[in-house]
């Protein structure tokens, strides 16, 4: 056989090993029990509580670790390793006391746990990574004794109620703390915990193996462990789903969604998310906070009239109604509308609709005219051509990049994409080389992590976001910050997201629902967040894994295909076979979910 | 007169090849299916514009099933999916004969060069040949992809410089036989040069085996390109059938049962492949009659 006739036949081989085996991921062997097994398309990053910062990560961290404080279904602050709190008249000191309960390994959890993770945060540069931001407002922390906890802030401090930072054992970590900023947390197996499932097993890549807590504080959960399960995209995870392979997904598409209903195995949650998407554009270049050169940003965009032309030539309205097919909503803050007290939304004279001829307009007024080609030629003689930074993680990235691609040609501006794996493409955005960026980040129900991201000392970070830095959206944090007062606050941060919404500090595009699926033949049970409408997966607690609830007898788990598919089929399997065919697939990156 | 009689010579000899080639059924199937993918391609500027394949200005519904306004309905942003699949060829078609071509060229150059000159510059060349020859040449088509420029001409020279060593080794092989034949030798004792030798005399003897590897090179580099940008390194700024096939897997048609945004792409795959596969063989069998009389 010549060789285009072997490959077509090899091709067809592996159609049909395709077929037989599924859609090609490497599904670890779970362990015994009414497991619930949920499908990941995002990267780990680390599984160690201080470094951590991608969705996934952390969210394996809180069924690992409790806080002092966590947010209820309700998102607002409930007690958890702490039974109870109250603030000195002075509005910095706060006591805590610290409940009876064990670690998963049987010793007790003292105050003086909390105390050696919040020091090790404060005076560990290598232990800031992660939660750094939350406690650069704490002055001290002491354990008076094992059941009290004494914080001192140095200004007053309206969100600690609400500082999210998972709580370790002492006497497992104190051993380590040279090596806190590198170690993976896998090291040893089982990681000793407080939350209500313990991590047992890590395949990188793979699988991420946690097991029911039996000492939990709150009492054991009904499901025997989860088992996160790395999947190469959302739409083999659907089918992994109806097969019964998995019995959680998330983050489908509309169309994987949609082609869900019906199957009676099968239960949809469409959640208001936590989560907003957006156009990050790059104006670092040179710094804001030192004016030194820094990544390889488009200096045009240092021009805020450049920043709101870019704006206008986008169609919001276009993104919900095309690509997420009506499952979201435009977005103007990067503050969540399911935090309705803190959200925003510009005034109708502020805000920028989608305006082809304003963004020609502003463009001709910053300099940059059409050239006889319509394209946009710089008052230095270069065309006004951005490149745009995509993770392959989100299903709809692509689409969206061609939207943006076309809208912005319609201005003259010459777009360019790429996509990379999260971990490279978060790598592109902490080093400031991009012009525009697709991202997002989980908000938490008090607004103060979100906001402290935008000012100067979060430029070159990890969570670092568009590089904003402005004295005066720094001044304003620091007095949210320090005001009890929840009314005082909200104009306060009001003003924050006006700010934010005038210097265009990034585009925020949507706030998208969670499309999720699960199989009810399994799991019930499952807590949403907000209770009403909320999310399962990706909340800022652990309710929805936590109160899953096995389903005792379990009829089937075969699930068929509807006969409509067949022909589907065939041409998926060309795909498949393709893949399966040239696997070389090596580890393709998953996410601009970052937390 | 001498040049009449080399034109008759030459036209018996290609009524002779057109002949032989028409006998082969197979062979004509092919050509038949080349030649419509071909028109098809050069012709799509004329009735498909840059707005039908602009998601902006697309009018269709997401996802539509075939209807009379869309043949082969829409894609996840309501294009059509033929004119995407017709413009698609244009640039599977480019890339898959534009990186044959390269991968011809610098084949036979080293294979001749190395059988031509033997010795130490034949050693040289072979374990060039042979390194390439061992690597994955999808890993490090890969690799350049990632490196380099995104574009079409990335992915051109990504295919072309992976997959030459195969050519290398026939082509050394042809050279070899050539050049042991006694007219050779003549052409060396009357003086004729290097380039005399290569040019005039061996490279119009490999030339016919290398056309026919040519046309079966062409499948499989269509192939890869389609598995390129099927693994997302294609030019993002372009339709090509790989990057529609990824494009239907990442917006969850497969699971929403849209086969007719799957099919398409991947049919024009299989028929394209096949149409060259099928014109290689018959090309072979005609310049190498054993071949016939061994089936």
């Known amino acids: 056989m010549s060789r285009g006739l072997r490959r077509l036949a090899c091709l067809f081989a592996a159609m049909v090993m395709a077929l037989a085996g599924g859609a090609g991921t490497a599904l670890a062997q779970p362990p015994g029990g009414a497991v619930l097994r949920v499908a990941v398309t995002q990267e780990i990053d680390s599984l160690n509580p201080f470094v951590a910062v991608f969705l996934t990560s952390t969210q394996v961290n809180r069924l690992m670790y409790e806080y002092l404080t966590t947010a209820g279904p309700d998102n607002s602050a409930q007690p958890a390793l702490a039974e109870s709190w109250q603030a000195a008249p002075d509005k910095l000191t706060w006591t805590f006391r610290i409940r009876e309960a064990n670690w998963s390994d049987g010793k007790p959890i003292t105050a003086k746990d909390v105390a050696f993770t919040y020091n090790q945060i404060m005076t560990n540069d290598a232990a800031k990574e992660a939660n750094g931001g939350a406690v650069e407002n704490y002055a001290s922390v002491t354990a008076t004794d094992d059941r009290t906890l004494v914080i001192v802030t140095k200004q007053p401090m309206a969100s600690i109620l609400n500082s999210e930072i998972p709580i370790v054992p002492e006497h497992i970590w104190a051993s380590q703390v040279d090596r806190i900023g590198t170690l993976t947390n896998t090291e040893t197996f089982p990681v000793v915990g407080s939350g209500p499932y313990v991590l047992t097993g890590y395949q990188e890549g793979q699988s991420v193996t946690l097991q029911a807590n039996d000492s939990y504080w709150r009492g054991r959960p009904k499901a025997d462990g989860v088992q996160l399960v790395k999947y190469e995209n959302t739409d083999a995870a659907v089918q992994g789903l109806r097969k019964g392979d998995i019995d959680l997904v998330r983050d489908t598409t509309p169309a994987q969604f949609d082609s869900l209903a019906g199957d009676p195995n099968i239960t949809r949650n469409e959640g208001r998310n936590r989560r907003f998407t957006e156009l990050l554009m790059n104006w670092s270049n040179p710094s804001g906070v030192d004016g030194k050169p820094f990544g390889d940003g488009n200096p045009a965009l240092k021009d805020v009239r450049v920043r709101r032309a870019l704006h206008h030539a986008i169609d919001v309205n276009a993104v919900v109604e095309r690509i997420k097919q009506g499952h979201s909503e435009p977005g103007y803050s990067i503050i969540p509308p399911v935090y309705p007290d803190w959200t925003f939304t510009p005034a109708p004279g502020q805000r920028r609709d989608f305006d082809p001829e304003k963004a020609k307009a502003l463009l001709d007024e910053a300099g940059y005219r059409a050239g006889p080609d319509g394209k946009r030629v710089g008052p230095d003689g270069k065309p006004l051509a951005l490149r745009l930074v995509s993770s392959t993680d989100v299903a709809t990235n692509r689409q969206l990049a061609d939207f943006m691609v076309g809208w912005f040609n319609q201005i003259g501006v010459t777009l360019t994409p790429t996509f990379k794996s999260s971990n490279q493409a978060d790598d592109d955005m902490s080093a400031g080389n991009f012009d525009l960026a697709f991202s997002g980040w989980s908000v938490n129900p008090d607004p103060d992590p979100m906001l402290h991201q935008q000012t100067c000392s979060y430029n070159a970070t990890a969570q670092s976001d568009s590089g904003y830095c402005n004295p005066e959206y720094d001044r304003l944090y620091a007095a949210q910050q320090a005001e009890l007062d929840k009314p005082k606050r909200q104009e306060i941060v009001k003003q924050m997201n006006s700010l934010l919404y005038d210097d265009v500090h990034a585009v925020v595009l949507t706030h998208d629902r969670l499309l999720e699926a699960y199989r009810s033949d399994r799991f019930t049970g499952f807590v949403t967040q907000p209770a009403e409408g909320g999310v399962i997966t990706g909340q800022t607690g652990y309710w929805g894994y936590y109160n899953a609830t096995p389903v005792a007898t379990q009829a089937n788990t075969g699930g068929g295909n509807p006969a409509g598919i067949i022909a589907a089929v065939i041409g998926g399997v060309i795909v498949l076979g393709l893949v399966a065919f040239f696997v070389v697939r090596g580890r393709r990156s998953s996410s601009d979910e970052r937390e | ?295």
């Open chain 2, 1 to 295: 007169m001498t040049a009449s009689i080399a034109w008759e010579r030459r036209r018996t000899a290609a009524a002779r090849f057109a002949r032989t080639y028409a006998e082969q059924r197979s062979g004509l199937a092919g050509l038949v299916v080349l030649g419509a993918t071909l028109v098809v391609a050069l012709t799509a500027p004329l009735y498909i514009t840059a707005d039908d394949l602009s998601v902006i200005t697309a009018t269709g519904g997401v996802l539509e099933p075939p209807s009379a306004a869309y043949p082969l309905g829409t894609d996840e942003s309501g294009r059509s999916v033929l004119a995407l699949t017709i413009m698609g060829s244009r640039i599977s078609l480019l890339v898959g004969v534009a990186a044959t071509l390269l991968s011809v060229v610098i084949g036979s150059l080293v294979g001749m060069l190395a059988a031509h000159f033997g010795g130490w510059p034949s050693a040289i060349l072979m374990r060039l040949t042979d390194f390439f020859l061992v690597l994955p040449s999808l890993v490090l088509a890969i690799v350049l992809s990632t490196v380099l420029q995104r574009g079409a001409f990335t992915i051109i020279v990504a295919i072309g410089v992976t997959s030459w060593a195969s050519t290398a080794r026939l082509v050394r092989a042809q050279t070899l036989a050539i050049e042991a034949r006694p007219y050779i030798e003549r052409a060396q004792v009357l003086g004729g040069g290097h380039a005399h030798v290569l040019g005039k005399h061996v490279l119009p003897a490999v030339l016919p085996l290398v056309l026919a590897n040519t046309t079966l090179t062409v499948g499989s580099a269509i192939i890869s390109e389609s598995t390129l940008a099927f693994l997302g390194l294609g030019d993002p700024a372009s339709v090509s059938w790989g990057t529609m096939l990824k494009a239907a897997v990442d917006s969850g048609a497969i699971t929403a049962g849209a086969w007719w945004y799957l099919l398409p792409p991947g049919i024009a795959i299989v028929a394209v492949v096949l149409g060259f596969t099928l014109c290689g063989r018959a090309l072979e069998i005609v310049l190498n009659p054993a071949l016939a009389a061994r089936r």
